[in-house]
């Protein structure tokens, strides 16, 4: 073949063909991420002294709505002041038997009045607290407290948690038998 002078030479080498992320990768990706996302969610408050709650009621929409996971600190009864927003179990008699989160109103000597963000209403109890250690609220993520009692609900661990588990073995299985050594198979000695 005869190139003209004018046309540059040009070599076409051919480029190796980028593969794309099969469907299979792609799902135990995210199960994979989804799952360290949860055990972040899981191990990282305990790790920092924290413990987290799923916010019940609305009694504190306007700064922390129903469905929040919440995220308490223990700190010394003492150090507690009026604005401080805490969680605890009202007293016997309340008529309530979960744990609440509100915001301290009044403080006399060692009786605590909460209150509700929603309305403003003072609590009907007043809280003397035996434990000189007291669960502040320091972090709220709206909507997540929702989230993980759906991840926690039984049909919804058996319903997509298994799947999810299988799907993640399979792939796990292929990579391993992907590169695994292939052994020769062994032949019997040979005899003269």
């Known amino acids: 073949m005869m190139i003209a002078p004018h046309e540059p030479y040009v070599e076409l080498i051919p480029q190796p ?10 799902l135990a990706t995210v199960c994979v991420l989804l799952g360290l996302a949860l055990a972040a969610l899981v191990v990282l408050p305990s790790a920092l002294g924290l413990s ?14 129903a469905g929040s996971m919440i995220f308490t600190k223990p700190v010394p009864v003492a150090d507690l002041v009026v604005g401080d927003v805490i969680s605890y179990l009202p007293p016997d008699g309340s008529g ?3 744990v609440v989160t509100r915001r301290v109103s009044a403080i006399e ?9 929603v309305d403003g209403v003072v609590d009907p109890w007043t809280v003397r607290f035996d434990d000189p250690i007291q669960q502040q609220v320091v972090l709220d993520l709206p909507v997540l407290g929702s989230v993980a009692d759906a991840v926690t609900s039984s049909w919804l661990v058996w319903g997509l948690g298994l799947p ?12 391993v038998v992907r590169r695994w050594p ?8 040979r005899t003269n």
């Open 182 to 189: 292939a052994r020769a198979p062994e032949r019997a000695p």
């Open 52 to 65: 987290g709650h799923v916010v019940r009621d609305d009694a504190m929409s306007g700064s922390i709505s």
């Open 109 to 117: 000597h060692d009786a605590f009045t909460t209150a509700r963000d």
């Open 96 to 98: 309530v038997d979960e």
């Open 164 to 175: 999810f588990a299988l799907l993640a073995l399979v792939v796990l299985g292929e990579a």
């Open 17 to 26: 063909r980028r593969r794309r992320p099969r469907l299979r990768q792609v």
